[in-house]
């Protein structure tokens, strides 16, 4: 693919519902980040992949907040019991390069989530 | 924690006019990099500064990095229409991950 793809690009949630966001990151991309960003602010770093292991998830805000990339591509990042602080921006963004990046990050177009 | 501040928040600008923003760390970051959101849209890299006052010109566009390497700017010359968004710098925190600053949002009047 041209870039980083993500799913949906738009989700209504009631309160206490469990919501699944996907992220496909450009082929062959080593590290993957998931972000969040609240209407204007800057996005807000929330955990990161190298391939399959998940090696800082140290931004997740509550334990209702699980990621995964069981096959080192695609990632999900998972939000139970969704609350009305959950509503924002949640982007992902991939790099090829190990570790944190010394250089550009792609970032994806976004999941807008409202929690009703 | 460790911030990343950036001024100012907003600013409005006639077209031809310059503009510049502002950012200050609380610690000494390894490199700071710059990012552009268009409105609806999602952050694209613009550059990144790594060595102690290093400045770096991308056509209308200068960056520096300071000295102590706890601040830096973004300087454009000459705005047009096609520059409106939301300018971000990001440093990296002491855990490594990026700490983006809430970013200036500029808005051209043609």
């Known amino acids: 693919g041209a870039g980083v793809s993500q799913s949906p690009r738009y989700k209504v949630a009631k309160r206490g519902q469990d919501v699944a966001l996907r992220c496909d990151p450009i082929s062959g991309h080593v590290s993957l980040f998931w972000y969040q960003q609240a209407l204007g602010q800057g996005p807000e770093f929330l955990t990161y992949?190298?391939?399959?292991?998940?090696?800082?998830k140290s931004g997740l805000p509550s334990d209702r907040f699980f990621a995964e990339r069981p096959e080192g591509s695609v990632s999900t990042l998972k939000i139970q019991r969704t609350q009305q602080e959950d509503s924002a921006v949640y982007l992902c963004a991939s790099t090829t390069i190990r570790g944190y990046i010394e250089g550009e990050q792609y970032f994806g177009p976004g999941t807008r989530l409202t929690v009703t | 924690g460790q911030q990343v501040m950036q001024i100012p928040q907003y600013q409005h600008v006639q077209e031809g006019e310059d503009f510049t923003t502002y950012c200050n760390s609380s610690t000494t970051l390894s490199n700071i990099q710059w990012y552009k959101q268009r409105p609806g849209g999602h952050p694209v890299f613009l550059i990144q500064?790594?060595?102690?006052?290093e400045v770096k010109k991308q056509k209308r566009l200068t960056f520096q990095f300071g000295e102590a390497k706890k601040n830096s700017s973004l300087h454009i010359t000459a705005t047009q229409t096609t520059d409106v968004g939301t300018y971000f710098c990001?440093?990296?925190?002491?855990?490594?991950?990026?700490?983006f600053g809430k970013g200036t949002k500029l808005s051209v009047k043609p």
């Open positions: 992949f190298q391939n399959e292991a998940q090696l800082d």
């Open positions: 990001a440093g990296r925190g002491s855990q490594g991950n990026l700490i």
């Open positions: 500064l790594v060595k102690s006052g």
